[in-house]
């Protein structure tokens, strides 16, 4: 089932491949595969397309922090506090804070 959406997902990549939406919907199908490896691929492509897309970020730092590559996972979320700050997305920010403080103890 999840190959069958990650499979339509990708072809419509194809037709829009600057689609950061797009991109994070794959993210998160990896995820859901367990694939974190993968996941954070795809999550670096968002955060080049698209450097404001909060979600990616929170995700991406949860995949990094589950691959135990912490010093990364910090980077990602620091990154990701100032995107959603910059876009006005406290709610955002305040989620990544606090995922940042409990990978900081």
Known sequence: ???DRRQRIENMLRDAPDDAELRYMLAM????EGN??????RFQEVFEL???YA???HQGGRALQRLNRVDEARDVLLRGIAAARMTGN????GEMQE?????LQ
Request: glycine share 0%; hydrophobic share 45%; charged share 30%.
């Open 50 to 52: 698209s450097p404001d």
């Open 1 to 3: 089932m999840a190959a």
């Open 99 to 103: 995922l940042l403080e409990n990978l």
């Open 29 to 32: 199908e990896y995820v859901s």
């Open 90 to 93: 406290d709610h955002a920010a």
């Open 36 to 41: 974190d490896e993968d996941a954070v691929k």
């Open 55 to 57: 979600p990616a970020y």
